[in-house]
């Protein structure tokens, strides 16, 4: 089960600068479930949102669901995990 350095070097190459360091937005890895955040940027500013799950990355950017009310109905969005802050 040897996987060559060459590979490795290959693979790594592929991938973008950061890969593996920690996410840059540190305050996205602690959102909890059911946790209130408001948005900061996009068609959904400044609203309030509820927390749901983090998603599989999308382009290297790190994304979650959310709950938004939207005319009295909850409805589950996605949004980029550096769109919100804690509220």
């Given at each position: 089960g040897h996987v060559p350095e060459r590979l490795i070097a290959?693979?790594?190459?592929?991938?973008?600068?950061n890969f593996g360091?920690?996410?840059?937005?540190?305050?996205?890895?602690?959102?909890?479930?059911?946790?209130?955040l408001r948005v900061t940027d996009g068609?959904?500013?400044?609203?309030?949102?509820v927390f749901v799950e983090l998603l599989p990355d999308l382009d290297?950017?790190?994304?979650?669901?959310?709950l938004i009310d939207l005319f009295g109905h909850l409805t589950k969005i996605?949004?980029?995990a550096d769109q919100v802050e804690g509220a």
């Open positions: 290959e693979l790594r190459a592929r991938e973008p600068q360091q920690p996410y840059r937005h540190a305050g996205a890895m602690v959102f909890k479930r059911d946790q209130r068609p959904f500013l400044d609203q309030i949102v290297g950017n790190r994304r979650i669901a959310a996605e949004l980029l």
